[in-house]
């Protein structure tokens, strides 16, 4: 990694992450016994973070130590959390970090490095935890250079390629293990429909930086550009940044779905889900919803990996949510054992026990992917876990970059130039402007970005 990219990790300006905190009483034990300790958890009120919250007292059987929570939107829980440890309050614990924050929260102070306590464990709550077990390329999506671990994977996803294997079968088609971009647009135009209501391919088309940019840049790598070189120089002007441009265009207008622009993330999963696509380009937590109870494809799904473009191999990504240690926790001990519990083995039995085994965290752990129960419900996990190897967050494009992570790079200025950037991109797909014009745009957004951000002039 290069030292630009070091210094990229110590900005501790703008988080685009959710978060979540888990506040202590005074008087910590070392020991990390209960001795009537609780701990507060300040957390997003997502499906597994609800879960979390419904089985926390499985663990105060286990340790004595009660757990309240307080469930925020987002939004609200991200800005209590930062605004907090900022400053070094102290008022939380415990941190959940995305991928694009794990490593500056830590290189800001904000977190302490977690390898030192793991080493702390003794032989018997090592072995119990096996934290070789974690996946590789989504420990070091959590990770610093400087610092390792800054947080441990709750749950982790990648993108993958999902299929209607009937309506391959049907028209006599076959999906390789590893589709290019080019052979995912013959088959979406072969497969498109319009007549019937069936598109050749669902892929997001709406503004946003975490919704058509989360997916565009991937196209954008497999065609080999890069958001910036290695001294911020903004890459929205070069040859393989306007063919990917060109050839997501075309991809959405000859196979995609009828006004593209309008269709995120949840429109083109109820696109896929309801029958009415042949392909899906998207996260690999999708799947789950495709192999569920409500899905009207579900037993009718095929998967295969990120597609390849002529820039590079393919392009899968590493997001998710990990759970920090705040440098300012007054009860670290206590906070940790919460984290390597709700991080366990036993912890993803647990869910699986109580919920199912497709609604375990997944992502994180190479034992979840090769636990036969959930092999029974996730035909696809194998395929998962080979993308989750052998992603590379810190080297996410052909050349060096300034900036580490895959779809969405993990610099600050990311949220605002990615959303300006996402609504030229939208536009261009939707109208007839030229791509000359639409890139001049986003070179100048991305410029402008990195000069206010001091890192070019």
Known sequence: MSQKRLRRLAVPAAVVTLAVALAGCQGADPSGGGDGKKIVIASVNNGPMMTMQELAPEFTKETGIEVEFVMLTENDIRSKIQQDVAVNGGQFDVVTLGTSDAGTYLDSGWTVPLDPMFDKMDADEKAAYDEDDLIAGTVSAFSSEKQGMAAIPLYGESTMTMYRKDLFDAAGLTMPAQPTWDEIYDFATQLNDPASGQVGIAIRGKAGYGENMYIHNTI?????????????????????????????????????????????????????SSGKAAIYYDATVSADVFEGADSAVAGKMGYALSPAGPGKGNTQTVGGWGIGLTSSSKNQDAAFQFMTWVTSKDYVKLVAEKKGWLNVLTGAR????????????????????????????????VGDTPYVGNSLPSIPEWS?????????????????GSTDDALANAQKVATDAFVDGGRTK
């Open 416 to 432: 605002g130039m990615g959303e300006k950037i996402g609504q030229i991109l939208a536009e261009y797909i939707s109208g007839s």
């Open 366 to 397: 190479a034992s979840t992917y090769q636990a036969p129960e959930y092999q029974a419900v996730a035909p696809y996990a194998s395929l998962v876990l080979e993308s989750l190897e052998n992603v590379d967050f810190t080297h996410p494009a």
């Open 220 to 272: 954008q790598y497999a065609y080999g550009a890069q958001i910036a070189d290695d001294d911020w120089n903004a890459g929205y002007d070069s040859p393989e940044m306007a063919e990917a441009w060109e050839f997501y265009r075309k991809l959405q207008k000859d196979a995609g779905a009828p006004e593209a622009s309008s269709n995120g993330y949840t429109e083109t999963l109820n696109l896929m």
